[in-house]
């Protein structure tokens, strides 16, 4: 196949062309996920922050309910459903 020196030169043009943009859209892609792992450090951070706060005070919020409740269920083991009824002024008979 021979070529002129022009449709050389329009071949080599062309593949420049083609080098240059699709070292462009590798860096582009590259920035993006460069952006997304600054997003995604932050939020981890945020996430991280957020847990070192709410676990202790999950915790301690549970620790009062299971201490609140075994306390209620320890105050009324001995009594019998009726027991409710009169307590709170009703007759348990009507």
Do not use: C, K, Q
Not at 32 to 55: E, K, Q, Y
């Amino acid at each position: 196949m021979n070529r002129s020196p022009r449709e050389m030169f329009e071949l080599a043009a062309v593949a420049v062309v083609g080098l240059v943009a699709v070292a462009f859209v590798v860096w582009l892609v590259g920035w993006i996920l460069g952006l997304a792992g600054t997003i995604l450090t932050a939020l981890a951070n945020l996430l991280w922050a957020l847990f070192r706060f709410v676990l202790p005070v999950a915790l301690v919020v549970g620790a009062v309910w299971l201490g609140a409740r075994y306390l209620r269920d320890r105050r009324d083991h001995g009594r019998r459903p009726g027991d409710a009824a009169r307590r709170d002024g009703e007759d348990p008979d009507s």
